[in-house]
């Protein structure tokens, strides 16, 4: 079945470290997302991938890193940088660049805690 | 001027009932409004969408209204089922980047 992977579903992490966050995909959707979701928020967008080798800073990409090297695949890095960790995080996918393009396929999530 | 404002932030309607959710936006460039619906540690699964070429969308029990001089757009889910409750999602984005501005979220609860 086509869809996206995210793993770890839970993680927790020690102030102080960075932990990455694994999102796949075999839907060959050219781009990828990553939001972050908080209680009464909504969803914020971190950052997004329209083709391999390239990604850009959406509206709270400070603190968090990311890597396109493969069309599959949109590691999140949360750093030590972030004040703030602890939310859901969500990644998702669409086809990019065409109508339809904004039809976003997302994950299950990922629930980073900072102890 | 990018936000998307959704209300109410939690709503309770008993079973059979008409479900309303609202959202507006202020930036007249968006041209896709997508409602998401999201179960309890699952991601958003798109429901309904509309463009602003027209006022209604109906698909099933959900139906999207649009008001585009009000700038406004609501969910309608008719004869409300205690399957429906979730958490609701509207959004907008303009072009086909796919960057979408979620609103921020309705809980909804539909008591049997």
């Known amino acids: 079945d086509g869809g996206i992977t995210q793993s770890p579903k839970y993680l927790f992490r020690k102030e102080g470290q960075n932990v990455t966050l694994s999102c796949e995909q075999n839907?060959?959707?050219?781009?990828m997302y990553w939001y972050r979701q908080d209680p009464g928020q909504g969803l914020r967008l971190i950052y997004y991938s329209q083709i391999v080798n390239d990604f850009q800073k959406g509206d709270i990409a400070e603190g968090y890193s990311v890597s396109r090297e493969k069309k599959e695949s949109f590691p999140l890095t949360v750093t030590s940088a972030q004040k703030n960790p602890t939310a859901f995080y969500l990644c998702?996918?669409?086809?990019?660049?065409?109508?339809?393009?904004?039809?976003?396929?997302f994950g299950a999530g990922s629930r980073l805690t900072v102890l | 001027q990018q936000q998307v404002k959704q209300s109410p932030q939690s709503l309770i309607v008993q079973k059979g009932g008409i479900s309303i959710i609202n959202c507006a936006y202020e930036?007249?460039?968006?041209?896709?409004f997508p409602w998401y619906q999201q179960f309890p540690g699952k991601g958003p699964a798109l429901l309904i969408a509309?463009?602003?070429?027209?006022s209604e969308k109906k698909e099933g029990r959900f139906t999207i209204s649009f008001n585009k001089s009000a700038k406004q757009f609501s969910l309608h889910i008719m004869d409300s089922q205690p399957g429906d409750s979730a958490t609701y999602f509207c959004a907008a984005s303009s072009g086909n980047t796919g960057k979408l501005i979620f609103g921020q979220g309705t809980t909804l609860q539909v008591k049997p």
């Open positions: 839907l060959n959707h050219d781009a």
């Open positions: 998702a996918s669409s086809i990019g660049g065409v109508p339809g393009a904004n039809v976003l396929t």
């Open positions: 930036n007249t460039a968006f041209d896709y």
């Open positions: 509309i463009r602003p070429d027209v």
